[in-house]
């Protein structure tokens, strides 16, 4: 057992102060990461501040997490000393359902073990994550990092990339299609650097005036201010897909009234009830779809990896120092980020 540095919060309201946790001892087919970069994704937030319930206080978030290894587990054959690799939301599975074995891990029907605020399935521990300087994960939970990233910007894929890559390739998004994304901070610029790489006409739609220039600038096709009910209107019955990424619960209506028949509003970034209620008759009149997709598997994290250094995406990182990180959420929760925060953790290590 190593004890060592970490950022966490010990109650909803307590905000992020230094900690230390300890990481265990290396099992059989185990990696220990030395973390460089972890980026900050707003289920950080939504888990630091028990939006969703049942938060495990002391929280070390941390789900995007970038590094080097520097120790293998005696049954350990993927990666060796020195590797640069990524760990993303999941840190375990029972690895023998349909889902796991279809490398879906993150659907596993015994429930995955998220990479913090989880319980470990061998030792009952809850699981910290990439706020830290250090972890300790089984390698089948590790991806590779190619050389051709900048190791800080490609951290965020592993959560911000996979989440909305992956929806778009299930649902076979395309080459005219036309596809509107809601919201844009990290997922939602994400969305919109893949939906184009994909092929499809690519809408933002965003509350804010100041995104519209940075929405072509990541290449969107069209921009659509949410709250002009006269854009909104105009946009009727034309789209194929909307990939949603607003963190808290909206009026679903308005948007769906914007998908063409057969069209389809992919769920990311809401957890909890829909609110105000969703209005069959849009749905049922033009044989509209409502889904959602959570993350990704493992062999499709290792995919968008690879998908963004041969289409030469990267996402637009700020970088941070940890003691910042509580000013770094109050800016999040104002839609102030451009477009995703990450940690460089040597400010954790020096500190
Ligand atoms: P960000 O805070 O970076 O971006 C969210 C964007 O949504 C904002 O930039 C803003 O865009 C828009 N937004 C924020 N508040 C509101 C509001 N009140 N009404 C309308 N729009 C709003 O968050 P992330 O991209 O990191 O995460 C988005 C959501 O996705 C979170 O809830 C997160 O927990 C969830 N998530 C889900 C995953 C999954 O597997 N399904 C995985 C990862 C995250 P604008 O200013 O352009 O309007
Ligand atoms: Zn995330």
Redesign the pocket.
């Given at each position: 057992m190593a004890n060592i540095k970490a950022y966490a919060a010990t109650a909803p309201d307590s905000g992020m102060a230094p900690f230390a946790i300890d990481r265990r001892e290396l099992r059989a087919d185990d990696i220990s990461i030395d973390i460089d970069y972890c980026g900050v994704?707003?289920?950080d937030l939504?888990t630091v501040e028990n939006d969703w319930g049942g938060s495990k206080y002391p929280v070390v978030p941390g789900h995007e997490i970038v590094g080097r290894v520097t120790a293998v587990g005696p049954a350990a054959t993927r990666y060796k000393e020195g590797d640069l690799v990524g760990v993303g939301?999941m840190v375990d599975s029972c690895r023998i359902c349909q889902a796991c074995e279809s490398g879906l891990e993150q659907y596993c029907l015994g429930g995955a073990t998220m990479t913090y605020g989880s319980l470990d399935r061998h030792d009952g521990t809850v699981t910290h994550g990439g706020y830290s300087e250090r972890i300790v994960v089984s390698e089948r939970f590790v991806v590779r990092i190619p050389e051709q990233l900048d190791p800080a910007s490609a951290a965020p894929l592993l959560?911000?990339g996979i989440?909305t890559y992956s929806p778009l390739r299930h649902f076979n998004v395309g080459k005219g299609h036309k596809v509107g994304v809601l919201?844009?901070?990290?997922?939602?610029h994400m969305g919109v650097k893949f939906a184009k790489a994909l092929g499809a006409e690519v809408t933002i739609f965003?509350?804010?005036e100041a995104?519209v220039s940075e929405a072509r600038k990541h290449g969107a096709d069209h921009v659509i201010i949410?709250t002009d009910k006269a854009q909104m209107k105009a946009a009727s019955d034309s789209f194929d897909f909307l990939l949603d990424?607003?963190?808290?619960a909206?009026d679903l209506n308005p948007y769906l009234k914007c998908l063409r028949y057969d069209g389809t509003h992919i769920l990311?970034?809401?957890?909890t009830p829909v609110e105000p209620a969703l209005q069959a008759g849009l749905l049922v009149t033009r044989r509209r779809v409502v889904a959602g997709?959570?993350?990704g598997g493992m062999p499709e994290t290792q995919e968008v990896l690879d998908f963004c250094a041969e289409h030469e995406i990267a996402c637009d990182i700020e970088m941070l120092d940890i003691h910042n990180i509580n000013e770094a959420y109050a800016r999040?929760k104002k839609?102030d980020?451009k477009?995703r925060f990450v940690i460089d953790m040597k400010s954790l290590k020096n500190s």
């Amino acid at each position: 057992m190593a004890n060592i540095k970490a950022y966490a919060a010990t109650a909803p309201d307590s905000g992020m102060a230094p900690f230390a946790i300890d990481r265990r001892e290396l099992r059989a087919d185990d990696i220990s990461i030395d973390i460089d970069y972890c980026g900050v994704c707003h289920s950080d937030l939504h888990t630091v501040e028990n939006d969703w319930g049942g938060s495990k206080y002391p929280v070390v978030p941390g789900h995007e997490i970038v590094g080097r290894v520097t120790a293998v587990g005696p049954a350990a054959t993927r990666y060796k000393e020195g590797d640069l690799v990524g760990v993303g939301c999941m840190v375990d599975s029972c690895r023998i359902c349909q889902a796991c074995e279809s490398g879906l891990e993150q659907y596993c029907l015994g429930g995955a073990t998220m990479t913090y605020g989880s319980l470990d399935r061998h030792d009952g521990t809850v699981t910290h994550g990439g706020y830290s300087e250090r972890i300790v994960v089984s390698e089948r939970f590790v991806v590779r990092i190619p050389e051709q990233l900048d190791p800080a910007s490609a951290a965020p894929l592993l959560c911000a990339g996979i989440t909305t890559y992956s929806p778009l390739r299930h649902f076979n998004v395309g080459k005219g299609h036309k596809v509107g994304v809601l919201g844009m901070g990290g997922l939602g610029h994400m969305g919109v650097k893949f939906a184009k790489a994909l092929g499809a006409e690519v809408t933002i739609f965003t509350r804010s005036e100041a995104k519209v220039s940075e929405a072509r600038k990541h290449g969107a096709d069209h921009v659509i201010i949410s709250t002009d009910k006269a854009q909104m209107k105009a946009a009727s019955d034309s789209f194929d897909f909307l990939l949603d990424t607003i963190p808290v619960a909206h009026d679903l209506n308005p948007y769906l009234k914007c998908l063409r028949y057969d069209g389809t509003h992919i769920l990311v970034g809401l957890l909890t009830p829909v609110e105000p209620a969703l209005q069959a008759g849009l749905l049922v009149t033009r044989r509209r779809v409502v889904a959602g997709s959570l993350i990704g598997g493992m062999p499709e994290t290792q995919e968008v990896l690879d998908f963004c250094a041969e289409h030469e995406i990267a996402c637009d990182i700020e970088m941070l120092d940890i003691h910042n990180i509580n000013e770094a959420y109050a800016r999040m929760k104002k839609g102030d980020v451009k477009y995703r925060f990450v940690i460089d953790m040597k400010s954790l290590k020096n500190s």
